[in-house]
């Protein structure tokens, strides 16, 4: 079974501009999440989707979005970039809605803004 | 608010060592208990989970983690060290609010085990 897909893995933007990173869930798993890595903050929610319905987000400003499609697979967007959003974006997806479920992560897409 | 603690950043351990990675938590209600490794440059891959029942539970790669509800700990454990478990080491508790549930991980302990 195919992992958890994170494209693209590597990008580097300027401050200002926009990005979107994907992610494509292990199948079957509906449930998918976001968080962000940095050194200092650590690992911090973004947001999580269940069904195309964003169920849960963190504590991040409103330049952070998220969208989940009909097959799961999940973009967010971050816009007007700033140098303090440079941190490695990770995906994970769940296959249960329930707070049992293990979440299985991608590799990341790591995200330099110059 | 639902936290999670990792005591030490870093813990040195020899080859065959007995390793521990400490984590303390703090959650209302029940406490669902994840542990995760991360390799560099990669993702974080699942270790084990407490969800309920016996404290002691086993996971991947040899390794267990005890769950203690009088002292809100969980903390991870192997026998004998690999070098190759050198790694960062993160400890989570599932949170729960009303809209859904997410992970609140802790800082992270580097590992580094030692030939």
């Known amino acids: 079974k195919a992992g958890v897909t994170q494209t693209p893995r590597y990008l580097i933007k300027t401050r200002g501009q926009q990005v979107t990173l994907s992610c494509s869930p292990i199948s079957g798993h509906r449930s998918v999440s976001w968080y962000q890595q940095t050194p200092g903050q650590g690992l911090q929610f973004l947001f999580e989707y269940f069904s195309e319905t964003q169920r849960n987000k963190g504590n991040f400003p409103g330049r952070f979005s998220g969208r989940q499609f009909s097959n799961s697979r999940s973009e967010m967007n971050v816009s007007t970039l700033e140098l303090g959003d440079s941190a490695l974006y990770l995906c994970?997806?769940?296959?249960?809605?329930?707070?049992?479920?293990?979440?299985?992560f991608g590799e990341g897409s790591r995200l330099t803004v110059l | 608010a639902q936290s999670v603690a990792q005591p030490e950043d870093q813990v040195n351990v020899a080859e065959g060592n007995p390793l521990t990675v400490k984590c303390t938590y703090s959650?209302?209600?029940?406490?669902?208990l994840f542990w995760y490794v991360q390799y560099p440059n990669r993702g974080l891959q699942f270790l084990l989970k407490?969800?309920?029942?016996?404290?002691l539970v086993k996971g991947s790669y040899g390794f267990e983690a005890e769950f203690n509800k009088s002292q809100t700990s969980f903390h991870l454990k192997k026998p004998s060290a690999l070098v190759s478990d050198s790694a960062l080491y993160f400890c989570?508790?599932?949170?729960?609010?009303?809209?859904?549930?997410?992970?609140?991980f802790g800082k992270g302990t580097t590992l580094s085990v030692s030939s």
């Open positions: 407490y969800i309920t029942g016996d404290n």
């Open positions: 989570a508790v599932r949170a729960i609010n009303q809209a859904g549930t997410a992970l609140i």
């Open positions: 959650v209302s209600g029940n406490p669902y």
């Open positions: 994970a997806s769940s296959s249960t809605n329930f707070p049992t479920g293990e979440l299985f």
